[in-house]
């Protein structure tokens, strides 16, 4: 494999760095969202805003530019993983400190960092579904240096016996690569404004994700409510839709109610939309 000249490095990994960022503050601000953080409302959060998760965002800006350029052009390797660990974990503490010690995107730097090595493994561009595999790859590796405190999404993973985020990378990302990029390429096609394709693509994530955000507020009744509610936005034409927006409402309400938030549906809209960037760069999206 040619080995790009140092400068090309730099801009491909700022450039990568940057719409990792952008597709993060995209994903806070798409309204309406159902129980989560959006340009309305904190949804069923008492300790977020959306300019929490923008400044959260931009605080891991610099964390994905040095995931970048440390794994361009290299192979899934145990080094590379334990590297890749350790600046997540890096990062991890930058956002805790620009957000005060709350926890606005602990899941989206474990997919979106992962994808963004993904990317500068493959040289800076690649197609979607190679910058999964090779994301895979990467997340089967151990790292040793991991701490062994669960979260709240492996206590729930293990409690209820699910698969979680975890596992999502290591099938190489099935909601965004069956479900949530289709449909947005899908809504846009069918004439969706932008917002209304990247609801449509969030509800497709929320469609089967056993989104261990809900399970920990809210348990089964609201992992069947949100899964339940977000099948009925797209059986009813989707958000483009009169009846997909009043179905949207009714998920927003249940969700409210019920204190849930699909925080781990809206990491993988967030990364969905830097896939769909990454392999159309040009795009006006």
Not at 45 to 54: C, I, N, V, W
Not at 116 to 140: C, D, E, I, R, Y
Not at 170 to 183: E, S, T, V
Not at 235 to 242: F, P, R, S, Y
Request: with cysteine; charged share 20%; aromatic share 2%.
């Amino acid at each position: 494999m040619k080995l790009l000249p140092q400068i090309q490095v730099e801009g491909g990994a700022e450039w990568l760095a940057r719409t990792a960022t952008q597709c993060l503050i995209d994903e806070a601000r798409l309204s309406p969202k159902p129980g989560l953080v959006d340009s309305r409302g904190n949804g069923a959060h008492h300790d977020l805003s959306l300019a929490l998760m923008e400044r959260s965002a931009h605080s891991l800006t610099s964390t994905f530019q040095a995931l970048a350029q440390q794994s361009w052009q290299r192979p899934a390797d145990i080094a590379l993983r334990q590297t890749v660990g350790r600046l997540g974990r890096e990062g991890e503490q930058q956002m805790m400190a620009a957000t005060g010690g709350v926890n606005t995107h602990r899941g989206a730097i474990w997919a979106l960092g992962l994808l963004v090595s993904a990317v500068a493994m493959l040289g800076g561009s690649a197609k979607a579904n190679a910058v999964a595999n090779t994301a895979a790859q990467l997340a089967k590796l151990p790292d040793d240096a991991a701490p062994k405190v669960f979260s709240k999404g492996l206590r729930a993973t293990h409690r209820y016996r699910v698969p979680g985020a975890r596992e999502e990378a290591q099938q190489a990302f099935p909601h965004i690569m069956q479900r949530a990029l289709p449909q947005l390429r899908l809504s846009r096609l069918n004439g969706s404004s932008e917002a209304q394709a990247r609801l449509d693509a969030l509800m497709a994530i929320m469609t089967s994700l056993t989104d261990t955000c809900v399970l920990s507020r809210a348990g089964m009744e609201g992992l069947d409510a949100m899964q339940d509610g977000a099948r009925a936005v797209l059986n009813a034409g989707g958000c483009a839709t009169l009846s997909g927006q009043q179905a949207l409402a009714s998920l927003d309400r249940q969700m409210l109610a019920l204190n849930a938030s699909p925080g781990g549906a809206a990491d993988l809209l967030a990364a969905t939309l830097f896939l769909d960037r990454v392999e159309t760069p040009n795009s006006k999206h």
